[in-house]
């Protein structure tokens, strides 16, 4: 697939189908996805991953996060409802960024982690892996910051979903370019 076809194409997949993810295949995408733009190379990431054995554990936290104490009074029918939404996702990563108290540079370390999670959405629709990245209000709880071992002065800036699935969806049409252009 030539780039310009890898982002046409690539559509954020939100029905995954359980076929899991490995830590290896997560990696291998990012270890590509590092490569994109960052100012003064600072690398402004880092990730929490959870595949293969990791997938249950946060399963366990995001049970706790979503639903409340209260699914330990729920069947367990019930439960595994609530939770399919996540349940069938291949393998998840959170992106993590400092945040800088200068302006500038939390802009550009924000602009920085972006570029790297559409490389690493493109590359995985290259696989075969599909991909969204989502932002739930969930990411800024404190109880679920501490679970993932996120610390003060760093923010998740997004949970990006791997998996497989069945049906593409169709992507919404985009704008013609000509009505986002200002000519001088
Ligand atoms: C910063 C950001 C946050 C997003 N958060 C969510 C989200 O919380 N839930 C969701 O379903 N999709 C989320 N998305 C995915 C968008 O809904 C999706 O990109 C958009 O509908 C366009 O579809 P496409 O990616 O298939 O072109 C997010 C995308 C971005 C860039």
């Given at each position: 697939m030539s780039i310009k076809e890898t982002i046409r194409s690539r559509r954020s997949i939100?029905?995954?189908?359980g076929e899991p993810v490995s830590e290896k295949e997560v990696l291998s995408v990012l270890e590509d996805a590092v490569w994109a733009p960052n100012h003064g190379v600072r690398e402004p990431w880092r990730f929490v991953v959870a595949a293969d054995d990791g997938k249950a554990r946060l399963l366990d936290i995001l049970k706790e996060q979503t639903i409340g104490p209260k699914w330990k009074d729920m069947q367990q029918d019930e439960v595994a409802k609530a939770m399919q939404k996540f349940t069938n996702v291949g393998a998840f990563v959170f992106v993590i960024v400092p945040e800088d108290a200068r302006q500038k540079e939390r802009l550009e370390d924000f602009a920085a982690a972006s570029a790297l999670i559409q490389n690493a959405q493109l590359l995985a629709w290259e696989m075969g892996i599909g991909t969204c990245w989502k932002t739930p209000?969930?990411?800024?709880h404190p109880k679920f910051r501490e679970a993932l071992h996120v610390h003060r002065?760093?923010?998740?800036v997004g949970m990006l979903q791997f998996g497989h699935f069945d049906i593409v969806p169709k992507g919404k049409e985009r704008t013609p370019i000509e009505e986002k252009i200002t000519r001088l």
């Open positions: 939100k029905q995954f189908n209000v969930f990411l800024d002065g760093e923010r998740i």
